[in-house]
């Protein structure tokens, strides 16, 4: 599993990290392009890492952290916990800790101004399906 450059008509540029055996998902830049979130790990445990000058330094340390969602303004969402699990913030620089939200589910992308996530929550009573959601930050 590697970080992979390709040009929008598909042609491969070139490698961002070395392949390695630990399986890499859901990468997500930050909006000045410098870093990578991605969701590193097994299903057994999985963390996000940060792919930044060219090494990866780690960001959670829960073990079931995944889905993450990057804002304008250097924040992250996540899920944390089994299934559509809670939903936490915090910034890049993890200069605070993280925030837990009043909400479960798959954080997937924010407003402009990064004051509004939008995720996927499960609507259990209504059907198997999942509607969107918005969750103020």
Known sequence: HQLVWYSANGKRLGDLTE???VPVLHPRFSA??????VTRGTDAQKDLWVFE????RRFTFSGSA????????????WTEGPGAGTVLIQSLDRSRPPVKINATGLPSSWT???KFLLGVWPDREASARPRPTWARS
């Open 19 to 21: 392949p390695d055996s």
């Open 66 to 77: 995944r889905w993450p969602s990057v804002s304008p303004d250097g924040k992250v969402a």
């Open 112 to 114: 402009k101004d990064g």
């Open 32 to 37: 000045d392009g410098t870093k990578i979130v």
């Open 53 to 56: 000058n060219n090494h990866y």
